[in-house]
């Protein structure tokens, strides 16, 4: 239910980011967001509220914070992070695109929505891909300004 993750009951995600913990083999691990969020059931479609904690590569949700083992860990490498393309009646509602499934997940606000799919996005093979596109466009730009100031430079000489 909706309120159960809209009340106070669900700690601020930006209180409990980037924190330290134990994971269940022992070493040290960091979250790097984490919250309750809303995802839709696969089969059922039902929505239920679940915790949900990115560390590296991964968003690993379960019941509750201090449930050990995780439901599920989502892998993030092959992700592509959307708002969501279908009407599921909820506000604030983003999708993880896997090869496999898409993940309905929803937040509090849009702020928070914006949040996680920003924190999300870092970790995902196409924002790699599209971060280096972007620099390779950035200085084939740069060459080509200095390409054409030469080229201008070249024409403004008078013929011997």
Known sequence: NDTKMMG????????????PSINDGGESRVVVRSG????????????KVRWFELEDDKLKYKKTPDQIKPID???????VVRR????VGKEHC????????IYHLVARS???MDDWMRAL????QLHTENNKIAEAEEEISIVAYRLA??????GSRKPL
């Open 8 to 19: 106070s009951r669900a700690p601020d995600p930006a209180s409990v980011a980037a924190v």
């Open 36 to 47: 309750y969020l809303l995802k839709r059931g696969e089969i059922r479609k039902a929505w």
């Open 73 to 79: 860990n989502i892998p993030l490498d092959q992700v």
């Open 84 to 87: 969501s393309t279908e009407n």
């Open 94 to 101: 983003f999708e993880l695109v896997t090869r496999n499934r």
């Open 110 to 112: 849009r702020t928070d």
């Open 121 to 124: 996005s870092l970790y995902t």
């Open 149 to 154: 100031e030469l080229t201008e430079q070249i």
